[in-house]
């Protein structure tokens, strides 16, 4: 299948084709912020990168048609993001669900999707294409993260998107520091706020780098 420029350029990132192990993820990342000139500000400007500095546009949409559907169809989900191809342009969709009192869990949670949008665009560009989108759904009354966890494809999304947030040069040595004066909740907390990401992706994040004791 065809791959557009974008996608080959994003595709780049990644060293491997098959059998990624736990260094490799962290090599994307390195491989993408040295290419785009990222200098490991934190919070990570995650929809800076992709809109200015990857050149792809990010999209708001609340996905009311298709979600419809979904529900007409009785089927207990609700469309997270979604990679659009068009000729040779990208398109990173994310559902914002916006709500007074959920601000803070509506803003990480866009930050992940947008995350987890771009990591299928780098990890798995020969399969979309203008015939295939990628979409990703949320099981209704779950949490944010709530991705199939059960495909792969999704599994490797995640972890990607978690070391693009939260790149481990930065939280490993953070959490060591951590460790020293507080306890356990106190570290997800902090580690929290200050990547700007759940703490659910906090726990995933130091559980894969074995920084859990």
């Keep these: 299948m065809y791959m557009c420029e974008k996608l080959r350029q994003l595709n780049s990132y990644k060293t491997k084709e098959k059998g990624l192990k736990a260094e490799d993820y962290e090599k994307i990342v390195f491989n993408m912020f040295v290419d785009i000139g990222y200098d490991n500000t934190i919070p990570v400007k995650i929809e800076n990168i992709i809109s200015n500095d990857l050149g792809?546009?990010?999209?708001?949409?609340?996905f009311e048609s298709s979600e419809k559907i979904l529900n007409d169809e009785k089927i207990r989900k609700g469309i997270l993001g979604k990679v659009q191809v068009?000729?040779?342009n990208i398109d990173i969709y994310y559902n914002p669900r916006t709500t007074e009192d959920e601000n803070e869990e509506n803003e990480h949670r866009k930050r992940f999707t947008l995350a987890h949008e771009l990591s299928h665009c780098i990890l798995h560009a020969p399969e979309i294409g203008e015939d295939r989108v990628y979409v990703d759904f949320?099981?209704?009354?779950?949490?944010?993260?709530?991705?199939?966890?059960?495909?792969?494809?999704e599994k490797e999304a995640n972890?990607?998107?978690?070391?693009?947030?939260?790149?481990?040069?930065?939280?490993?040595?953070?959490?060591?520091?951590?460790?020293?004066?507080?306890?356990?909740?106190?570290?997800i907390d902090n580690l929290s706020n200050i990547?700007?990401?759940?703490?659910?992706?906090?726990?995933?994040?130091?559980?894969?780098?074995?920084?859990?004791k």
Excluded: C, Q, W
Excluded at 56 to 62: A, D, M, R, T, Y
Excluded at 195 to 212: C, D, H, I, Q, T
């Design 138 to 153: 949320y099981r209704l009354a779950e949490s944010e993260e709530s991705y199939n966890n059960n495909d792969l494809r």
């Design 56 to 62: 792809i546009p990010v999209i708001s949409n609340k």
């Design 195 to 212: 990547f700007n990401v759940s703490r659910n992706v906090v726990r995933a994040r130091l559980e894969y780098l074995g920084l859990l």
């Design 86 to 88: 068009k000729g040779e």
């Design 159 to 187: 972890i990607l998107a978690g070391a693009i947030l939260m790149p481990e040069e930065v939280i490993s040595p953070l959490y060591k520091t951590l460790e020293e004066n507080h306890n356990y909740i106190e570290i």
